[in-house]
């Protein structure tokens, strides 16, 4: 049933209102001490923005994000109060500061996978801390008195109503920029990092390079904060700085809803009305004094990540229906297309290939060809070797001795992204998809290295034209498989089957002129597999190569031209199915019998 239009509504009028409510906020008789609790809320969502891309979309944890708040605000405070410098160049030199400190962080620990990143980011906050504590020059803990405020063409903003306008048109503008960021080629190949590397780099991005935009963009954000809170309070000591106060961001982050741009506002509403209240009520309460909320916020946590792990976020989103993307790409010019083979070329030549997990000789001088229209299975029983083979070709894993060669040259050694762009395309044994996207975007990823919008274009929302391109061709690819009709469906709502088929749509999308399957019918019901037969054997009728690394012998038998069989890491025989299946070798190996 197509979703009613007025389910768009609630959401295109909601966020409109949001913002004009804030803006216009300090223009309606409203006592001043809200007015201070918005610029508060304001500084906290710009903050945590950074956060829900780092760590909602990116998956990358940071506990340094209050550090660069203060590098925003201690370069405000130095160069307006010590060297009289604009509030505006403050604010580059500010964003340029933090910029750079992310750049060297990032380069140094995004590298590496595991604890490395929050881990750094703890040293960092805790560095600068310390640093801002005992420099001379930044007033050591008593920090830089008497920060000008703000001025405007000539208006001064105070600290009040005029400058929580400015707040709020920052904050807004940040929100406006990362929600148009996440639904863009980049914002797709972000969300692709967090679940590791290797699906995002089979599509042909360098993750590596994705990770460090969203580090940088996340202190940028944290920076302008830090500025903003400079001339807000007029004064900065090293306090609201603290690792503490990096704690407190990721908890707003993941009380809102860590991987959604508007849970950033809601865990900072939430967070800055509820301590304040708290502050007052618990030491009368408990008839003593002390940072009790603390210990309030704690459980909230606590019970937050056990009953609402995607925050309180989830909550309004009932009220705001998601509507159906709007398919406004009919007529959109198609991408680049690569130039296809022509049958019988030789493409792949695996040519001894090795490989070592210490002592265990897991591919073991495997060579065969595939050439242009070809469909070959690799089949072999459990632990035989395929899926390292498979690895060994699309770059996830190094070569211990061998080559392989693609087109003429060789590819070994090469990433898997390079693979990638050069034509060879894959699906993987264990689907690996972004589930909280749709069909149509799970497939647009692969038209990645089609595209080529950036970072900056897309938060401008200068990117519709590629846009529409990517998601036509997404659909045709979906057409072609015949899941057209599920393109607005959320990935991670199907079942395994169409789960697989979207996978190969995927594939599909980076236009490649080999395509490898790794195990697609694995956890198959029989329906889901002559389904996913069916669609292979259009593909072959359309002159695509295929490689089959297939566990069920059956399913290859129908589809390939020819299979290669291994065992034991090594190449046990090559040939036609009715070769293979007459060989009583290839019999004794699957029954598990010597021969
Ligand atoms: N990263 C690794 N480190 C150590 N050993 C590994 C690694 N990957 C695979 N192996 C070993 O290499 C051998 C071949 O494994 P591989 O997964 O390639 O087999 P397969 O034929 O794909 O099996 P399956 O059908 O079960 O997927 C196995 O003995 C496996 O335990």
Same mark, same amino acid.
């Given at each position: 049933m197509p979703t009613p239009t007025f389910a768009a509504s609630p959401r295109r009028f909601a966020f409109p209102l949001f913002a004009l409510v804030m803006l216009l906020l300090p223009a309606l008789p409203v006592p001043d001490f809200w007015i201070t609790q918005g610029i508060y809320i304001g500084l906290y969502a710009l903050a945590t923005l950074g956060l829900v891309l780092l760590t909602g979309v990116a998956g990358l944890t940071s506990f340094g994000q209050a550090a660069f708040v203060g590098v925003g605000a201690y370069t405000a405070a130095f160069l307006t109060v010590k060297l009289g410098a604009s509030p505006w160049l403050a604010l580059l030199a500010g964003v340029a500061l933090a910029v750079l400190a992310a750049l060297v962080l990032g380069a140094i620990t995004l590298r590496m996978s595991g604890h490395y990143l929050p881990l750094a980011t703890i040293a960092w906050g805790l560095a600068l801390y310390y640093a801002m504590g005992n420099m001379e020059f930044l007033g050591k803990y008593d920090g830089i008195l008497g920060v000008p405020t703000l001025h405007v063409f000539g208006i001064d903003l105070g600290t009040g109503r005029r400058l929580h306008v400015l707040v709020w048109v920052f904050a807004l503008l940040a929100a406006w920029g990362c929600a148009n960021l996440l639904d863009s080629r980049p914002g797709r190949a972000i969300r692709a990092v967090k679940d590791g590397s290797t699906m995002a780099e089979a599509m042909g991005i360098s993750t590596f390079r994705y990770k460090l935009v969203v580090f940088v963009l996340s202190a940028v954000l944290a920076a302008v904060s830090g500025w903003l809170f400079a001339f807000f309070q007029r004064t900065v000591n090293p306090s609201p700085f603290s690792i503490t106060k990096g704690i407190e961001y990721l908890f707003i982050a993941v009380l809102g809803g860590v991987s959604h741009v508007w849970g950033a506002f809601l865990g900072a509403g939430v967070v800055r009305v509820v301590e304040d209240q708290l502050q007052v009520l618990l030491p009368r309460l408990i008839g003593a004094s002390g940072n009790f909320e603390t210990i309030v916020f704690g459980v909230v946590l606590i019970v937050v990540l056990k009953y609402a792990p995607d925050g309180l976020w989830t909550f309004v989103q009932r009220w705001l229906p998601r509507a159906d993307r709007k398919r406004d790409w009919e007529g959109a010019a198609a991408l680049p297309a690569r130039d296809k083979p022509a049958r019988g070329e030789r493409l792949l030549e695996v040519q001894a290939v090795r490989k070592q997990f210490g002592g265990l000789v897991a591919v073991n001088d495997v060579s065969f060809e595939i050439r242009a229209g070809d469909i070959v299975g690799l089949i072999g029983p459990n632990g035989a070797g395929k899926s390292t083979t498979f690895n060994l070709i699309t770059g996830v894993l190094s070569l211990t001795g061998g080559q392989v060669l693609w087109r003429g040259q060789a590819i070994g050694g090469m990433p898997s992204r390079a693979i990638a762009r050069r034509g060879i395309s894959r699906t993987f044994q264990h689907v690996k998809m972004i589930p909280e996207m749709t069909v149509l975007e799970n497939v647009a990823l692969g038209g990645y290295l089609r595209g080529?919008?950036?970072?900056?274009? +897309?938060?401008?929302?200068?990117?519709?034209?590629?846009? /529409?391109?990517?998601? &036509?061709? &997404?659909? /045709? $690819?979906? +057409?072609?498989?015949?899941m057209a009709d599920r393109m607005h469906e959320l990935a991670g709502n199907l079942a395994l089957g169409p789960q697989r088929l979207m996978e190969i749509a995927r594939a599909l999308c980076t236009d490649p002129a080999l395509l490898l399957l790794d195990e697609p019918a694995a956890g198959l019901r029989h329906k889901e597999k002559q389904a996913l037969a069916d669609v292979l054997r259009q593909l072959k009728g359309e002159?695509?190569?295929? %490689?089959?690394?297939?566990?069920?012998?059956?399913?290859?038998?129908?589809?390939?031209?020819?299979?290669?069989?291994?065992?034991?890491? #090594?190449?046990?025989?090559?040939? #036609?199915? &009715? $070769?293979? $299946? &007459?060989?009583? $070798?290839?019999? +004794? +190996?699957? %029954?598990?019998?010597?021969?």
């Open positions: 080529s919008s950036g970072t900056t274009r +897309a938060m401008l929302r200068l990117d519709r034209d590629e846009e /529409r391109r990517l998601f &036509a061709e &997404a659909e /045709r $690819q979906l +057409a072609r498989i015949g002159g695509m190569s295929l %490689l089959l690394v297939e566990h069920d012998m059956e399913f290859v038998m129908g589809l390939t031209d020819r299979i290669v069989v291994m065992e034991f890491g #090594t190449k046990l025989m090559e040939g #036609t199915p &009715a $070769q293979v $299946q &007459a060989s009583p $070798q290839v019999r +004794a +190996a699957y %029954l598990g019998t010597e021969h």
